[in-house]
């Protein structure tokens, strides 16, 4: 576990973890002076005698030159009260810095995750449950955040237990020994049964929060296929047992995590009893001339019972949340795109060299695709479903890499070094275009610098923002979620501007009328074809009407490009 947190950590992390570690020492020395000195003012306030009969109380009282005994002992006790004031507030600096570091740990750790999930190769990213990595960011992220917390909370507490053990053992060790014997067997208890359960109702709480999101985003994200199936019963019956089985682990583990506490003071009292026991059987007698030594040590274990108890606490936190650790560490483990961004001019053709590719070993998608696609052409590509014309499309876009062959651009091969401005080239328009809860203008310039006359003439040019004037509220329109609010006509119309926006040199569209009637299609595709002719067009399409105005149409048949023809149309 302690090799996979400080992978996790970076340089500056370590540094800081360091300097939180000597000041938790520095904490514990305090809390043991806290301790150790109300002996000596018990011992100097039930017989002043001592102030006299001891060298180090008799200097002090010289030289400050005080005037009686009672003086003495009034100052002895306001600089302890003055002590106690400093060592509340330098507990507070340590806590502040400890939850700065570790919600700060959450900031760096949240942002790693989702920039790796974002860096992840496009063909890798597929292969995710994005629940899972909705999970991950939001949930197992604040628990490795708790699980750093406990570690650093347990180690400033172990310090502590160290400091005041070795006080006590100063003060008298046969009663330390004899104390350290019975805690010791009392933990091993704990950690062999309680922290076993903990760590198993942990599993089990990671195992079904990641079902929790599942069901909620298919539920979610087929609302209205519900409401009409009427199934509805049987998904909230299968979120019920999943709720159920998460309230049960963190009942278990809520419950259990008061153990150690409950446990531990019981056997706190029952030493101080046992103490104060064996004292009077040792000298058969009342102890009143051991009362600083016994105050001492009910002080020590008063203290001493609570840190104890917050180091199980902290341990079995650690228990249960060790499976957010596996999970964050094998996320960061992944390897992100490693892109660089020289440039790459379009002024001529690109050129498909030979080009196969395959998602698994030996069962090919694509097989020796050769073709030439000149700057300003329109052409369409078509096909049976699975196919292979998303994937050749996903290729030509650099998503995906050709396993066999090239893909030349006006004489450059595209690789790592310049796929990453290829991209920007290109504008893409999905069959299922995803509308965030937001104002059509956001939605427009998602992801890129907002500037609301590009915006418009975006629109414009998707022949939508008249529309939207006459309406609605223009590109202040509010779409809903996943654009509910608007039709799929004109949903289609926004995504359409939201590609124009960032003006690139390809229009790739991927069967994106589809689900659009046969008259919304046309008048879609008929504004696509008149955007202005330099722009080159690939279109994948299952109606003819569709690709009429492409001047060249590729048919993909039994993984290969079998058939070539020519439609060109004037218009």
Not at 190 to 210: E, F, L, N, P
Not at 221 to 232: E, Q, R, V, W
Request: hydrophobic share 45%.
């Amino acid at each position: 576990m302690i090799k996979k947190l400080r992978s996790l950590l970076t340089k500056r992390d370590k540094q800081l973890l360091l300097g939180l570690l000597f000041f938790s020492i520095f904490i514990s020395v305090v809390e043991t002076a806290g301790i150790s000195v109300i002996m000596p003012f018990i011992a100097v306030a039930t017989d002043f005698t001592i102030i006299h009969s001891n060298q180090y109380y008799k200097f002090i009282y010289d030289f400050f030159n005080f005037k009686n005994d009672v003086k003495f002992v009034i100052s002895f006790g306001s600089i302890l009260i003055l002590f106690y004031i400093f060592r509340s507030f330098i507990n507070l600096a340590y806590f502040y810095f400890l939850n700065r570091f570790t919600q700060g740990r959450y900031h760096l750790l949240v942002y790693r995750l989702f920039e790796n999930y974002m860096g992840l190769p496009y063909n890798e990213f597929i292969k995710r449950n994005s629940s899972t990595l909705t999970k991950s960011i939001i949930s197992e992220a604040a628990n490795l955040t708790n699980l750093i917390s406990a570690v650093l909370f347990m180690m400033s507490e172990i310090f502590i237990v160290i400091f005041i053990y070795l006080m006590m053992l100063y003060v008298n060790y046969k009663i330390t020994l004899l104390l350290t014997i019975i805690l010791f067997f009392n933990a091993v208890l704990m950690m062999k049964s309680v922290a076993i359960t903990i760590k198993k109702a942990g599993t089990i709480r990671a195992d079904i929060q990641k079902r929790f999101y599942e069901i909620i985003n298919r539920s979610f994200g087929n609302f209205k296929l519900i409401k009409l199936s009427l199934n509805d019963s049987e998904i909230l019956k299968e979120f019920s047992d999943a709720s159920l089985v998460y309230a049960k682990s963190n009942i278990t583990h809520q419950t259990l995590s008061h153990v150690p506490r409950l446990f531990l003071e019981a056997v706190g009292f029952g030493l101080i009893i046992f103490i104060i026991s064996y004292l009077v059987y040792k000298y058969e007698t009342n102890i009143s001339g051991m009362l600083s030594i016994i105050s001492m040590f009910i002080l020590a274990l008063y203290r001493l019972m609570p840190s104890v108890s917050r180091i199980m606490t902290s341990y079995n936190q650690i228990m249960f949340y060790h499976k957010s650790l596996d999970i964050i560490h094998n996320d960061l483990m992944y390897d992100s795109e490693n892109l660089g961004d020289e440039e790459i001019n379009f002024n001529d053709q690109i050129e498909l060299r030979s080009i196969s590719f395959e998602y698994e070993e030996n069962k090919s998608i694509l097989k020796n695709i050769s073709l030439v696609i000149k700057k300003g052409q329109k052409i369409a590509f078509v096909g049976e479903s699975g196919s292979g014309k998303s994937t050749l499309l996903d290729l030509i876009m650099g998503l995906y890499r050709p396993k066999n062959g090239a893909i030349v651009v006006d004489g450059v091969t595209l690789d790592e070094n310049n796929i990453k401005t290829w991209r920007h080239k290109i504008g893409y328009i999905p069959q299922s275009i995803y509308l965030f809860d937001g104002t059509v203008a956001q939605n427009v310039a998602f992801g890129k610098s907002f500037d609301e006359d590009k915006i418009k003439d975006a629109l414009q040019q998707a022949n939508i923002l008249e529309f939207l004037e006459i309406n609605h509220n223009g590109i202040d329109t509010d779409v809903g979620e996943g654009g509910i609010k608007l039709s799929g006509g004109q949903r289609q119309r926004i995504a359409i501007a939201r590609t124009l926006y960032s003006d690139p040199e390809i229009l790739v569209l991927d069967e994106a009328t589809s689900a659009l009637d046969t008259d919304t299609e046309a008048k879609i595709m008929e504004e696509i074809y008149k955007i202005r002719n330099d722009k080159t067009l690939i279109v994948i399409a299952h109606r003819l009407s569709t690709i009429e105005g492409c001047e060249t149409v590729y048919k993909i048949e039994g993984n290969v490009l079998v058939h070539q023809q020519i439609t060109r149309m004037d218009k």
